[in-house]
């Protein structure tokens, strides 16, 4: 175990302790750094992305594949249906749901991902937001179909002018989340986040990396991983995820790759043309994490670069610090 601290949570705190926090980039090579410390500690391996949730999404998601799977407990990978519309506040309660069953008590947790609101939401706690019934979530699905985002941000303007004048008239997503809480609970979205909730790890004892590559490495990685996805069945996961006949708006839908191939096999585009532009939004979207990191992280980050021997780095942190 490599001195490593395996207390994992206190479970009278509710907080996990020795957590092993590993921020980066799509495509930056953290699931492969995460992979490598858990089968030197013993540790768990807890996604902290977004999209990796989603089933169906296996390869477009570059989720661990059978053979990463079996060298070391992954938990949180491919568990919520594509139809649902997940959120960090869900996320967070799935953690919750490992800290209190014990799941991480006894072993290193280790939290990996791209997604830098799960990590701030981790690490610093987030308001508590009310129960949405499926009726309500139902009727401003319909609504925003109907009606369109800036109608429904008209509505929002009259109904909660505070959050509405906070939100862009097209910003569907976030209009739709005001409008079901205030629906739900008959109070703004603000006052709900006004309330802080509380962190999930105890942070005097936590390690924090985020990896920052080399920019052009990066994007060579984007591209090659890319072509690798094709090739393990890329287009037959966009198939089946087509065939629910989801909502476009829901965020699986989004999932970068789904709709340039879906526009390819509909004859939209051409197959060439739809690489491309998933590889473009690969690449922007890897920028924008990486600006997330560098402005919304701490100073408690350490802070990987180009030349930085990551597993070496790693590895020592932790096993030093405990």
Known sequence: ?????????????????????????TASGKSALALDLAERTGGVIVNTDSMQGYS?????????????LARAPHLLY???????????????????GLIGDGTLLERPAIFVGGTGLYFRALAEGISEMPDIPQRVRDRWRYELKEQGAVKLHGILLREDSRAAMQLKPTDSQRIVRALEVLDASGRSIL???????RPLIDRPSARFFV?????????????ARFDRMLDKGALDEVRQLVAL??????P???AIGVRELQAAMAGQ??????????KIATRQYAKRQATWFRNQLGPEWQRLGPGDDLETTIHTQVTNTT
Not at 7 to 12: I, M
Not at 78 to 96: E, K
Not at 191 to 197: K, V
Not at 211 to 219: C, G, N, S, T, W
């Open 269 to 278: 585009s051409s197959f060439p043309e739809a690489v491309e532009r998933a």
């Open 211 to 223: 990896i920052e590559p080399d920019r052009a490495a990066l994007v060579s990685r984007i591209e």
């Open 78 to 96: 491919g568990h919520v249906h594509p139809g649902t519309a997940y959120s960090t506040g869900a996320w967070l309660r799935d953690v919750m």
């Open 56 to 68: 169906v999404l296996d390869v477009l998601t570059a989720r661990p594949d059978a053979t990463e």
């Open 1 to 25: 175990m490599s001195g490593i601290d395996n207390s994992g949570a206190d479970a009278g705190e509710g907080r996990v302790k020795n957590a092993i926090l590993i921020a980066g980039p």
């Open 191 to 197: 006052d709900w986040q006004a309330q802080r909730g």
């Open 252 to 254: 699986a839908m989004k």
């Open 245 to 250: 006949g989801l909502d476009p708006a829901l």
